[in-house]
């Protein structure tokens, strides 16, 4: 029940008594420019799934609230903030971590999330999949050439077949079904 993290593809992994999704993107862009893409309001809005207000300070308060209005504000803490190579988070039950790390002509993303349940999964995999999409043709400067959902509906049979039936029992939640 595992997947690739090559080429953008989440990979699911074993962490302990949790399972974590994985992905690792190679971006051609500095890893300062990177840091404000993941820490700063205005780049956040561009392809993180809720707005965030908060600071990222150790053990400071996070609200993540839809800009459509389709659920409710919920909280999470800052878990860990390194600048510029490492944020961490509570988002709700999940974990998100983000890492940062140069390499030659730009730096590597490592995006983990901690899943409170395994039956979400595939539906958080090609979610994660469809943001860092996202956030690299925000730091490419250009915008998506897919409508919102239209990328996450295009994707998640393959992170279905890829994670299997178990990780795969939990759908989009009501408001957040992808629009064709």
């Known amino acids: 029940m595992t997947g690739s993290s090559k080429n953008g593809i989440g ?12 992905f690792t993107r190679e971006l051609d862009h500095p890893p ?18 809720h707005l965030i207000t908060g600071e990222w300070t150790l053990g400071g308060t996070l609200v993540f ?7 409710p504000d919920f909280q999470g803490e800052v878990l860990a903030y390194v600048p510029p190579s490492l944020l961490e988070f509570s988002w709700g039950p999940d974990v998100i971590r983000l890492e940062v790390s140069a390499r030659a002509g730009g730096c590597t993303l490592v995006l983990l ?18 943001c860092l ?4 043709v925000h730091l490419d400067g250009t915008g998506p050439s897919w409508s919102p959902g239209q990328r ?18 939990i759908g989009p939640p009501p408001g957040w079904e992808p629009k064709p």
Do not use: M, N
């Open 152 to 169: 996450w509906s295009a994707i998640h049979p393959g992170y279905v077949a890829s994670f299997g039936p178990e990780a795969s029992t």
């Open 11 to 22: 990979a699911l992994e074993r962490s302990g008594d949790c399972w974590r999704l994985r």
């Open 133 to 136: 999409d996202l956030l690299a």
């Open 32 to 49: 300062e420019k990177v840091w404000q893409a993941i820490t700063e309001h205005e780049h956040l809005a561009a392809w993180f799934p």
């Open 113 to 130: 999330d901690t899943l409170d349940e395994l039956g979400k999964a595939a539906r958080d995999g090609a979610g994660w999949h469809e």
């Open 65 to 71: 609230a839809d800009a459509e209005g389709r659920g």
